[in-house]
């Protein structure tokens, strides 16, 4: 089993940029491939970027292609999600997810993942 802790949310302008953190608990985390989930208010949350367990393979959603780049450090036990050229409709919470894996794919689905964090906040005003 593994926790999901993420941080570094918070308000920017447009065009702004944002790196948000998941620190996951355990010693198994390069067994899990990882991804970023957000959802706004009123909306069914949304796959963002996802990236396989040994961090070679990576996938984005086109919303956020060319902007957002997801990263892992297995040594930190940490998934990274750095945001670039914010606008208003990235304004969501974030969540990161944990899906145990024994190949180097990566997952988008919602229902694939396994665990999940509590989300933290990202506001971009216009």
């Known amino acids: 089993q593994v926790q999901l802790v993420e941080s570094g949310g918070g308000l920017v302008q447009t065009g702004g940029s944002l790196r948000v953190s998941c620190a996951a608990s355990?010693?198994?985390?390069?067994?899990?491939?990882m991804g970023w989930f957000r959802q706004a208010p009123g909306k069914e949350r949304e796959f963002v970027a996802t990236?396989?367990?040994?961090?070679?393979?990576?996938y984005y959603a086109d919303s956020v292609k060319g902007r957002f780049a997801i990263s892992r450090d297995n040594a930190k036990n940490t998934v990274y999600l750095q945001m670039n050229s914010l606008e208003p409709d990235d304004t969501a919470v974030y969540y990161c997810?944990?899906?145990?894996?024994?190949?180097?794919?990566?997952?988008?689905?919602?229902?694939?993942?396994?665990?999940w964090g509590q989300g933290t906040q990202v506001t971009v005003s216009s």
């Open positions: 997810a944990a899906k145990i894996s024994y190949t180097g794919q990566y997952y988008y689905l919602v229902n694939e993942y396994d665990y």
């Open positions: 355990g010693r198994t985390f390069s067994r899990y491939a």
């Open positions: 990236i396989n367990r040994s961090g070679t393979s990576t």
